[in-house]
């Protein structure tokens, strides 16, 4: 179970990658959009994310000293600035341009995120 867990992992920064560097390849460019890239990058960390924390259960059962139990707090704020920006995300998607504000926050949220997953 834990090469499904690890390949989760992967699939998570995948993820990562897709959606920051959705927001990274358009600052140079106008008009800002909502590209695929921060679309499917946003939703592939969410269902990665949320089979991650669900796998670590049984792996905590399984082998208490090699996986530690989740930070549901931690979790829990994660989930939060993800939905936030799914909501952005949706809310922007069909639009031909978005304020710069929109753009920033999508990114903003996301290199936060990646701030509390290494910091906290």
């Known amino acids: 179970m834990s090469f499904v867990y690890n390949l ?11 959606l920051i560097g959705g927001f990274l390849v358009q600052m140079r460019t106008t008009p800002r959009v909502v590209n695929n890239a ?12 949320v089979l991650l924390v669900g796998l670590r259960y049984p792996l905590h059962n399984a082998d ?3 996986w530690a139990l989740p930070d ?23 639009k031909e341009s978005i304020s710069n504000a929109v753009w920033g926050a999508i990114g903003g949220l ?3 995120n990646v701030v509390i997953a290494v910091l906290w």
Do not use: W
């Not at 989760?8 to 897709?18: D, R, T």
């Open 8 to 18: 989760l992992v992967i699939l998570h920064f995948l993820g990562l990658a897709s």
């Open 38 to 49: 921060m679309f499917h990058g946003a939703l592939t960390q969410l269902v990665t994310g």
């Open 64 to 66: 208490p000293d090699e």
């Open 72 to 94: 549901n707090a931690k979790i829990g704020v994660k989930f939060v600035i993800l939905l936030v920006i799914l909501g952005l995300i949706l809310a922007n998607r069909k």
């Open 110 to 112: 996301a290199i936060a």
